[in-house]
């Protein structure tokens, strides 16, 4: 016979666990920045892997970081958080010059628009100058 659910709470174990809910968050920061990995950490405060993946887990939900599109919560290793940080920031610089660039190339076109100006008025004095171009009084007579 099943004893009534009172009675079962009433001796069930509580789970106390031997790091505080900040020291857990600490930790978790730590794998998510790359600092440690699960394994360590678990080695290290003698915890399984899950469970410190749990903490990590809750971290990022807390923080709102999106999980792993592969399905579970997979964390990628540090090198390859550091491969991907790197393409980010080449990514970026390449934006940035070419943000550059584009400026650079509207400034020199300018440049060349106002030179082309000053070259026909040249050409249209020296034409003068040379009697290529009679003067506008002269042409009327």
Do not use: C
């Amino acid at each position: 016979m099943r004893q009534p659910l009172i009675e079962r709470q009433r001796y069930a174990v509580k789970f106390q666990s031997k790091l505080s809910p900040e020291k857990r968050a600490e930790l978790a920061d730590l794998v998510i920045a790359g600092t440690k990995t699960v394994l360590e950490l678990s080695v290290e405060y003698e915890v399984p892997r899950r469970t410190v993946n749990g903490w990590v887990h809750k971290r990022k939900q807390q923080l709102g970081i999106p999980g792993s599109t592969h399905g579970g919560d997979r964390t990628l290793p540090p090198a390859a958080l550091r491969r991907v940080a790197k393409e980010k920031e080449g990514r970026v610089a390449a934006e940035r010059r070419a943000e550059s660039y584009r400026s650079e190339l509207e400034d020199t076109k300018t440049q060349l628009e106002r030179l082309v100006e000053t070259l026909n008025g040249m050409q249209i004095t020296l034409e003068y100058y040379m009697g290529q171009r009679p003067l506008a009084g002269a042409a009327a007579q």
